[in-house]
């Protein structure tokens, strides 16, 4: 099975760390990968391979896993980190995408 | 400047037909395996189909799988995506998404997106 398992919502203050967690069998076999996307605007994406970041992407981003499940964790997070965010995976023939979390910073 | 421009959104009516372009700029397209990722309104994003850098290998989502077409021209840098038999819940954005190179499955770069509304 390819589905990608996100909660719907977080919400944490400023400062604080917010954690988004995504699982799913095919993750055993699969890297992982984390979109932000603001509203209005197109994805953006924020780790990818479980952890990487890619260039220009904030140190406070990062990607984590345990098994089939992966974590984005988001430190010290700020107001201009509201947004929805996907997990996606990969396969041969095949790409899939969690449900998405609506962050929200209080 | 790197980057994808899609067009070609429009007003459809249920049962027709839409081409999709993308035109990449400011990297070597012919290097890259390059995706149709889409949104419907209020929801979340859905991929629809991938392409290998020289087209050798074509994949699909089963909800698009023999309605939709893949493909490319690298001399061009163009990307398209042949729409057929559209219905109403196909009403997105339409994304042109690139795939990392080397590293397939990782989406660097994503266009601005094309909206397509299927209605009568």
């Known amino acids: 099975s390819y589905e990608l398992t996100q909660p719907p919502s977080v919400s944490v203050s400023p400062g604080q760390t917010a954690r988004i967690t995504c699982s799913g069998d095919s993750l055993s076999n699969q890297y992982a990968y984390w979109h932000q996307q603001k509203p209005g605007q197109a994805p953006l994406m924020v780790v990818y391979?479980?952890?990487e970041r890619p260039l220009g992407i904030p140190e406070r981003f990062s990607g984590s896993r345990s098994g089939t499940t992966v974590t984005l964790t988001i430190s010290g997070v700020q107001a201009e980190d509201e947004a929805d965010y996907y997990c996606q995976s990969a396969d041969v023939n095949v790409r899939v995408f969690g449900g998405g979390t609506k962050l929200t910073v209080l | 400047q790197v980057q994808l421009v899609e067009s070609g959104g429009a007003l459809v009516k249920p049962g027709g037909s839409l081409r999709l372009s993308c035109e990449a700029s400011?990297?070597?397209?012919?290097?890259?395996?390059m995706s149709w990722i889409r949104q419907a309104p209020g929801k979340g994003l859905e991929w629809l189909s991938y392409?290998?850098?020289?087209?050798?290998?074509?994949y699909y989502a089963d909800s698009v799988k023999g309605r939709f077409a893949i493909s490319r021209d690298n001399a061009k840098s163009l990307l398209y995506l042949q729409m057929n038999s559209l219905r109403a819940e196909d009403t997105a954005v339409y994304y042109c998404?690139?795939?990392?190179?080397?590293?397939?499955?990782?989406?660097?770069?994503w266009g601005q997106g094309t909206l397509v509304t299927v209605s009568s």
């Open positions: 998404v690139r795939e990392k190179q080397d590293s397939a499955g990782t989406f660097d770069l």
């Open positions: 400011g990297f070597t397209f012919s290097d890259h395996y």
């Open positions: 392409i290998t850098s020289v087209s050798t290998g074509i």
């Open positions: 391979k479980d952890s």
